[in-house]
């Protein structure tokens, strides 16, 4: 059984045959290249049709960062034309498996102490809401990010805009064993980074060793959150094992028992 890194940006390494050559080495055998705006959605079909071998599967998603969405609905001249383009894009190649990164992303509020205007978390809102319905409409998963936004997250993926028929994932966990009864509870799966390594991320800890191990799905999320002991450092899709072989320790498994159980989810979720 191999690893499959399911949230990776490979669009942004200038050492793309590194990172590959690397990541085969170590044992993985799929990676999902994760869009961020039109451009890397762009980017990463391109790389995913390009770049995939045998034995290294590479697979695209499109979607709109809740931080890149103003620079994209601006160019396009309206968040329906933008949209227009993400599905065209979306529906242009057999290796899109997934809607998104998408999702809220209060960072300025909690962090850094800024205020976030009412119409910026406006514009977060309808952006993630029309992704949500491309997903349903193309019957696509639905990668969500959900930084400091647990509340609105859960409400918007539950009212009436429709889920997507095969749900998705949380990618990045942050949340606490609360949240992440929610987030199964709405069929999704929950994605574990190099964050679950660190030393002051406890809940999250908390999550990977107690919840259901046919929702869990691991990721890199490279270049960035590197594992410890390569914390603050630059990731890459290798990294994946040492996420396996840390969750492995917490649920005391084999790192080949989370290997195979986190393959076939990710497998089952995206089609792959
Ligand atoms: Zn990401």
């Given at each position: 059984?191999?690893?499959?890194?399911?949230?990776?940006?490979?669009?942004?390494?200038?050492?793309?045959?590194?990172?590959?050559?690397?990541?085969?080495?170590?044992?993985?055998?799929?990676?999902?290249c994760?869009?961020?705006?039109?451009?890397?959605?762009?980017?990463?079909i391109?790389?995913?049709?390009?770049?995939?071998?045998p034995?290294?599967?590479?697979?695209?998603?499109?979607?709109?960062?809740?931080?890149?969405?103003?620079?994209?609905?601006?160019?396009?001249?309206?968040?329906?034309?933008?949209?227009?383009?993400?599905?065209?894009?979306?529906?242009?190649?057999?290796?899109?498996?997934?809607?998104?990164?998408?999702?809220?992303?209060f960072?300025?509020?909690?962090?850094?102490?800024?205020?976030?205007?009412?119409?910026?978390?406006?514009?977060?809102?309808?952006?993630?809401?029309?992704?949500?319905?491309?997903?349903?409409?193309?019957?696509?998963?639905?990668?969500?990010?959900?930084?400091?936004?647990?509340?609105?997250?859960?409400?918007?993926?539950?009212?009436?805009?429709?889920?997507?028929?095969?749900?998705?994932?949380?990618?990045?966990?942050?949340?606490d064993?609360?949240?992440?009864?929610?987030?199964?509870?709405?069929?999704?799966?929950?994605?574990?980074?190099?964050?679950?390594?660190?030393?002051?991320?406890?809940?999250?800890?908390?999550?990977?060793?107690?919840?259901?191990?046919?929702?869990?799905?691991?990721?890199?999320?490279?270049?960035?959150?590197?594992?410890?002991?390569?914390?603050?450092?630059?990731?890459?899709?290798?990294?994946?094992?040492?996420?396996?072989?840390f969750?492995?320790?917490?649920?005391?498994?084999?790192?080949?028992?989370?290997?195979?159980?986190?393959?076939?989810?990710?497998?089952?979720?995206?089609?792959?």
């Amino acid at each position: 059984m191999a690893l499959v890194d399911t949230h990776a940006h490979l669009d942004f390494t200038d050492d793309l045959n590194g990172w590959l050559v690397r990541a085969r080495a170590d044992g993985v055998d799929k990676i999902i290249c994760v869009g961020t705006s039109i451009e890397a959605s762009r980017k990463c079909i391109e790389i995913a049709e390009r770049y995939s071998s045998p034995d290294l599967q590479i697979y695209a998603t499109v979607g709109i960062h809740a931080q890149d969405g103003k620079d994209d609905v601006g160019n396009a001249g309206s968040l329906l034309q933008c949209f227009k383009t993400l599905k065209q894009i979306a529906t242009s190649s057999g290796k899109v498996v997934a809607i998104g990164e998408c999702g809220y992303d209060f960072y300025l509020d909690g962090e850094k102490r800024i205020k976030m205007v009412d119409k910026d978390r406006q514009f977060q809102k309808k952006l993630f809401e029309a992704q949500i319905r491309l997903a349903a409409e193309l019957d696509l998963p639905l990668v969500v990010h959900c930084r400091n936004a647990w509340k609105k997250t859960f409400s918007l993926l539950s009212t009436v805009y429709g889920l997507p028929t095969r749900t998705g994932v949380f990618h990045s966990w942050t949340g606490d064993w609360e949240a992440a009864q929610k987030a199964i509870e709405l069929g999704f799966y929950i994605s574990f980074s190099g964050i679950v390594t660190f030393g002051n991320a406890p809940d999250v800890q908390d999550v990977a060793s107690r919840m259901p191990l046919d929702k869990m799905l691991l990721e890199t999320d490279s270049p960035f959150l590197s594992p410890v002991p390569f914390r603050g450092l630059g990731n890459e899709p290798k990294n994946v094992k040492i996420i396996a072989e840390f969750v492995a320790k917490l649920r005391n498994l084999s790192v080949g028992q989370i290997e195979e159980v986190t393959s076939k989810n990710a497998q089952r979720l995206f089609g792959i």
